[in-house]
């Protein structure tokens, strides 16, 4: 079955950086669009960035453009979310979705 892992968040002061990386199995990771997508409690889950099939395209949400970077290894099957110069509004629960599946959520909080 579809299985998607995020792993890399935790929290960081205004303005430090994290990583998160989303691991996918159980389809055929190269031929799926891949997005990170934040909720936070009392807000609908919105779309952050998204990455096409083969890393040639992305999209962002106007609020993380030019701090945020997604990419994708295929090899490895794994999508990233680069996150620099991060604000107390970017803390939220973020997921990683794809094959019309959704991993179970890491916790990033941005706090001084």
């Known amino acids: 079955q579809v299985q998607l892992v995020e792993s890399g968040g935790g929290s960081v002061q205004p303005g430090g950086s994290l990583s998160l990386s989303c691991v996918g199995s159980g389809f055929t990771f190269s031929n799926y669009y891949m997005s990170w997508n934040r909720q936070t409690p009392g807000k609908e889950r919105e779309l952050v960035a998204g990455i096409t099939t083969s890393g040639g395209s992305t999209t962002y949400a106007d609020s993380v453009k030019g701090r945020f970077t997604i990419t994708r290894d295929n090899a490895k099957n794994t999508i990233y979310l680069q996150m620099n110069n991060l604000k107390p509004e970017d803390t939220a629960v973020y997921y990683c979705?794809?094959?019309?599946?959704w991993g179970q959520g890491t916790q990033v909080t941005v706090s001084s």
């Open positions: 979705r794809g094959a019309n599946s």
